[in-house]
């Protein structure tokens, strides 16, 4: 039974034909095993960085919580409370791509499209209106329209 279906049956791959384990040439072989270890190294490093972040949300949570006036939060302190949760979930969310890229043979368009929807649902909920221009607004406002069309239509059915 081939270790790359499931039970020997007609299945598709589990890696990425991208990167098969078997080449007929020696280097590239070499090479694939090295990206192959390359992003596992990525994805034990993403797992850190989500740990450094929750110490952070933490130490965010802390300090505002201990600033005069004590257990008291301003507008301004909720929302730096909530971008220091949102870049934890997006590093999660990366965490996740590239735990299923090393996983299976499908790249998981429709999350990859959500997570860039959770960073720039991050940056609107953390945008200081009265800093920005018109145009930057409208660009934000056409990046959350294209990636809400695109997460959309690539998790419609097929018809």
Same mark, same amino acid.
């Given at each position: 039974m081939d270790k790359h279906t499931n039970e020997g049956q007609?299945?598709?791959?589990?890696?990425?034909?991208?990167?098969?384990?078997?080449?007929?040439?020696?280097?590239?072989?070499?090479?694939?095993?090295?990206?192959?270890?390359?992003?596992?190294v990525l994805a034990v490093l993403m797992v850190m960085v989500i740990i450094w972040g929750v110490f952070?949300?933490?130490?965010?949570?802390? %300090?505002?919580?201990? $600033?005069?006036? !004590?257990?008291?939060?301003?507008?301004?302190?909720i929302f730096v409370i909530f971008g220091a949760f949102m870049v934890v979930l997006i590093a999660v969310e990366i965490f996740i791509n590239i735990r299923l890229y090393l996983g299976t043979n499908i790249l998981p368009i429709r999350l990859v499209v959500a997570t860039a929807l959770m960073a720039i649902a991050r940056k609107v909920i953390?945008?200081?209106? %009265?800093?920005?221009? $018109?145009?930057? !607004?409208?660009?934000?406002?056409?990046?959350?329209?294209?990636?809400?069309?695109?997460?959309?239509?690539?998790?419609?059915?097929?018809?």
């Open positions: 007609n299945l598709p791959q589990l890696l990425h034909d991208e990167l098969p384990a078997e080449h007929e040439d020696p280097l590239i072989r070499r090479l694939h095993l090295i990206i192959r270890y390359a992003v596992k952070d949300v933490i130490y965010v949570l802390y %300090s505002k919580f201990i $600033a005069p006036p !004590m257990f008291l939060f301003e507008v301004q302190d953390i945008l200081d209106i %009265s800093l920005i221009t $018109a145009m930057e !607004m409208l660009g934000i406002a056409a990046i959350v329209l294209a990636l809400g069309v695109t997460h959309w239509l690539v998790g419609k059915p097929n018809q």
